[in-house]
């Protein structure tokens, strides 16, 4: 029943059978076949044209961690596919599945320096899951569910395929392939009941029991094995960045925010507690400060997927392999309930600590310039902290994710392994696509923001709605913050002259507002709430504001700034 | 001066080779790891020796006993811990089978060495053919200009052939190849593997039917 199709056609059809309705992309000479063969499929496939090819691959991630699906990236060979590179740096760092397929040369002239050819599996195989050529159209169904096989089980990450334009053109019988198998790679490792055993055994035995919450809870859609965990044994929890949407910020065992700009009591308890559970989370050094003293005094449990994190950073007395919804449940049935009141308790003094010396002083400012913190918190209370929350890179992604709270899971889409400015908008844009029905919220900075501006036009042209609230500092504010610390406030190049960012929006069509006086604040949040699609909210805020508190780089955890001077 | 190339740590003389007290743990490590036959996969493990900045010994790559998976044999001098995550990350690779690493005696180990001796000096310095006769070596083509013997042991055999003949000045070139190595244990840990995933393949086929 096979039917003759060419290349590219074969590449539609597996692309439907992937159960892809969104691709974004960037059309150009080496893929033109393909844009062709999607003509036809412009019922089933809505392909978004972005205005760089960066845009794409990070509208495919904030796709991508909104649904729980494999985001789709097209775009041509050479300059399209190098200006996806950051964006699948970005997504390997991050464990987000997404599929990038780039135009090339035909395959007899690659190798010769022909236009637009650029060895794109060689740049791309450090920064993926997979890479591979499809020189011939007889490939396509097999290579396209490989890739997406491979992009969304186990540990997620990034898939590209190189598509030589011969094949896109050949013509050939089309026989869908459904690959989920492959005899050389174990998805998810096989858990051990002796291992779950012992977990088990050691949190029983535990006093002060500490979770880390990472991303691999989300991205195990684990949320509720996680809940029904601790609220059996009792054991307080940290959220990574990644991982902070992964359990309900007002939950009565959520202690916050892990790391260096993390909460003061979940750091200090970091180095308090007898048993530290680490659950999907890598020990990322923004997370663990100085390795030296990390957690010494704990013993550690690593429940992860994957192998090669085991021991990467941090020493651990037992690792549980596995999916983690599958072992958390697992360890669940055989833990004791039990009461750490005491422990919990213990945590107190510390969020009290932090909430006088700099909560306070962030949410409810007497007088000045607005701040990033109070205007985070008010867009999360004006959507009823329902709203997914993108952003960019810097201080407003760190006082963003700090003040805003989460009430379900894929709530929170930021780039934290690789710090990708420019990583916000085009993000917002993907995840409009991936959850419709949800609020999107994106945080900027007037740095980032500059950085994949040009996405004002992919908004423009597709009405998606995404909220921008562009945080504006005129400055390069984290680095400031840094120069401020440990550079001796020398501000070499991060002052910046910013154009007039309303303008900007109008000159796009998007309706925008600008706040300077705090009592205007409510009202401009409701306004871009109220108003339907995009919308620009430029919050002028304080210009020399330090995110704190702060453990500073190879400090000691618990060793965190509470105040500056 | 101790030479940083990867075979020293540093700080102590132990490395392997010395008897030091304080053993700084680096020992010559051999990791015998299987794939798939796909092209560009050499790239991607030797990659993951560059970025954790171990250098490769000695390296060979070549077809395995079983058809269409291939054997890579990898030597490098590290600590445990490190072979521990060099190995990890390498089989986390999606087309790399298994990956396991070992110590020098868990393994059998073979190299091979050709050496190119110039004619005219063998026939002058009798030590020459003593020293080849000496080292067990093999003699494989004689012509007026230069002759060509070949050595296959460990490496320590072959560098001492290769010590000798120097001193009698007659080498024109020298080569030798990446160890090969079989392991010594009595199970065939890539015919497991190749099992045990096939049972899962035919598990997961009759759970879906
Ligand atoms: C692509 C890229 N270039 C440079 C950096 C380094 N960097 C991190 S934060 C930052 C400043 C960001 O400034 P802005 O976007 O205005 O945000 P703010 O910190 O002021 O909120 C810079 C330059 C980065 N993370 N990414
Ligand atoms: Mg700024």
Redesign the interface.
């Known amino acids: 029943m096979s039917e003759r199709v060419t290349g590219s056609e074969a590449l539609m059809r597996s692309l439907e059978n992937e159960g892809v309705t969104t691709l974004f992309g960037y059309p150009g000479g080496a893929i033109m076949p393909v844009y062709d063969a999607l003509y036809d499929h412009r019922d089933t496939l809505n392909h978004v044209l972005v205005r760089h090819e960066q845009g794409a691959v990070h509208a495919a991630q904030g796709y991508a961690r909104v649904s729980g699906k494999v985001g789709c990236v097209i775009a041509t060979s050479g300059p399209g596919a190098m200006n996806t590179i950051t964006g699948i740096a970005d997504a390997m760092i991050d464990s987000t599945p997404i599929v990038v397929i780039c135009g090339q040369v035909g395959a007899a002239m690659l190798g010769t320096d022909a236009f637009q050819e650029v060895d794109v ?2 740049v791309t ?2 920064i993926t ?2 890479a591979y050529q499809i020189r011939r159209a007889e490939d396509v169904a097999w290579a396209v569910s490989r890739a997406f096989y ?1 992009a969304k089980s186990g540990r997620p990450g990034p898939v590209v395929l190189d598509f030589t334009k011969n094949a896109q053109t050949a013509v050939v019988e089309y026989e869908s392939a459904k690959v ?7 998805p998810v490792p096989e858990w051990d009941d002796n291992v779950i055993l012992q977990a088990a055994t050691m949190i029983n035995a535990s006093k002060k029991p500490f979770v880390l919450v990472g991303q691999g809870v989300e991205l195990g859609e684990a949320s509720c094995e996680l809940k029904a965990f601790l609220e059996k044994a009792q054991i307080p929890a940290g959220c990574t960045l990644l991982g902070l949407s992964a359990l309900p910020s007002d939950h009565p065992l959520n202690m916050g925010m892990l790391g260096m700009h993390g909460n003061l009591a979940c750091n200090v308890k970091t180095n308090e507690c007898d048993l530290l559970i680490a659950i999907g989370m890598r020990f990322d050094d923004r997370v663990t400060g100085n390795l030296n003293t990390y957690a010494k005094q704990a013993k550690i449990i690593h429940f992860d997927i ?3 994190e ?3 950073n941090v020493k651990v007395d037992l690792a549980v392999l596995g999916n983690c919804k599958d072992t958390l449940a697992a360890v669940t049935s055989l833990v004791k309930e039990t009461n750490h009141q005491e422990w919990v308790d213990s945590f107190k003094p510390y969020a009290e600590r932090e909430y006088e010396k700099v909560t306070k002083k962030a949410l409810a400012p007497i007088d000045g310039p607005l701040l990033m913190s109070e205007i985070a918190h008010k867009v999360s209370e004006a959507t009823n902290n329902e709203a997914v929350l993108v952003t960019d890179v810097g201080q407003n992604q760190m006082f963003s994710c700090k003040y805003f709270k989460f009430t379900h899971a894929h709530s929170v889409i930021t780039s934290g392994g690789c710090g990708t400015m420019g990583f916000g908008l085009p993000a917002a844009i993907g995840a409009t696509y991936g959850a419709p029905e949800r609020t999107v919220c994106m945080f900027t900075g007037d740095g980032g923001l500059q950085m994949t501006i040009q996405e004002l036009g992919t908004i423009m042209e597709q009405g998606s709605p995404v909220k921008i609230i562009l945080l504006n500092n005129n400055f390069l504010g984290n680095v400031r913050q840094w120069q401020y610390l440990f550079f001796n406030k020398r501000y070499s190049y991060t002052p910046m002259v910013n154009p007039d960012f309303e303008l900007i929006a109008k000159a796009y069509d998007i309706p925008s507002r600008t706040v300077i006086l705090r009592e205007d604040l409510d009202d401009a949040i409701r306004e871009m709430l109220e108003t339907d699609g995009a919308f620009l909210l430029q919050c002028v805020v304080k210009e020399e504001d330090n995110v704190l508190p702060m453990t500073p780089p190879g400090a000691n955890v618990d060793e965190m700034i509470l105040e500056i001077e | 001066m101790k030479k940083n190339d990867g075979s020293q740590c540093g700080t102590c003389d132990t490395c392997g080779k010395c008897n030091d007290q304080n053993d700084c743990g680096i020992r010559m490590y051999t990791l015998i790891i299987y794939s798939e036959n796909i092209a560009g996969l050499l790239n991607q493990i030797t990659a993951v020796f560059t970025r954790r900045q171990v250098n490769i010994e000695s390296l060979n790559v070549c077809a395995s006993s079983t058809p269409g998976v291939h054997k890579y044999t990898i030597s490098c001098y590290c600590t445990e811990e490190m072979v521990k995550m060099l190995t990890k990350q390498i089989e986390k690779k999606i087309d790399v089978l298994q990956a396991n690493y070992f110590l020098e005696d868990e393994i059998y180990i073979q190299e091979t060495a050709l050496f190119k001796l110039s004619t005219p000096v063998v026939l002058s310095n009798k030590n020459v053919s003593r020293i080849v006769r000496f080292h067990d070596a093999r003699i494989v083509e004689v012509n007026p200009n230069y002759v060509v013997v070949e050595k296959s042991g460990m490496t320590d055999d072959i560098l001492a052939l290769y010590e000798k003949l120097k001193d009698c000045d007659c080498v024109l070139q020298f080569a030798r190849t990446g160890r090969i190595c079989i392991t010594k244990g009595c199970v065939e840990l890539l015919d497991e593997y190749l099992k045990v995933r096939m049972m899962k393949y035919d598990l997961q086929k009759t759970q879906q039917q």
Do not use: A, E, L, T
């Not at chain 1, 989920?180 to 174990?186: G, L, N």
């Open positions: 599996i060689g195989q450090p899951k997979w491979i989920d198998f492959i005899r050389s790679y174990v994957d192998p090669s085991i021991n990467k």
